[in-house]
């Protein structure tokens, strides 16, 4: 994990690509912890057949956590004030997941320095899985 | 020509309440293990202490976890079949750390049509904010889901 600053992104900069997958394994252990106990369309092909999805999905929520891990990149992804995210297609297991920010805006709001990005998750063959936008507080150089 | 909806418009302004859910290092670590997370804020109370947390904090989307918790009700829409799951916000208001409990409620915010190449689809849009033990709101999430014609 870096740490990046405030003063380190103007408009057009990305952040990623980040290369990342759900393995079975990990989509299990999440349905576990949510709640939502396996077998469900999430972790089962037949479930998923008969829920008219086709193949094991990964739950949106846990795509977004996934996003989330873009700002790892950049100090941390606890630095997030805002994860807005439109599922598009259903994201597979075990393949693997492009995901990039785009900064739109960098401004300052009383205490904060935030930085705006739009974000975008892919597949192998640029499918696009989730995209969103991203709001993240990042401290600045001046004030260390 | 106005896109009629009908769905139970009564619903707005009720608060659908479920909780509390007590949050352990052990859950933070567990969804941050299961989403691939290798930042330690995560996982050691020490790194995450000196970083000015309480202790171990929770990933920002963590509370997405308890929102199906809410047992909500069918807003009854005459409209579509097959329902999916199109969207999701959240809004980080304060740091949940590990000793937390947390409390949820959800109102319905708002149901609107939109229409595209594919034809119409309807959004039904729920709101949930989540408070900790001191009353004090850590989030706001908003889950979409879309029905088609």
Redesign the interface.
Known sequence: ?SQKYFEDFELGDEIGPMV?Q?TDD?VV??CE????KPPNRFTSKEIAEQT?VGEPIVP???S???I??LF?ECG???N????????RASVPHNAPLHVVGTITDTREDGDLNLIECDILMTGPESQRYVI?TAIVNLPKKSDL | MEFKLEYDKSLYGKEHVAGPFPVTADLIQGFSKATGESNPVYFDENVAKKEGYGGVVAPPTFCTMFVRQVKLPDIKLKFGKNRFHAGQRVSVKASITAGDTLNASSHLKEVYPKTGRSGTMVFIVWETTFTNQNGNVVADVQESFATRE
Do not use: H, R, T, Y
């Open positions: 994990m990342l759900a990990q252990e999440f912890l949510w709640g939502n008219g949106g929520i846990m977004m956590a996934l989330a891990e790892n941390g992804s606890q997030i004030v805002d994860l807005d995210v439109v599922f969103g």
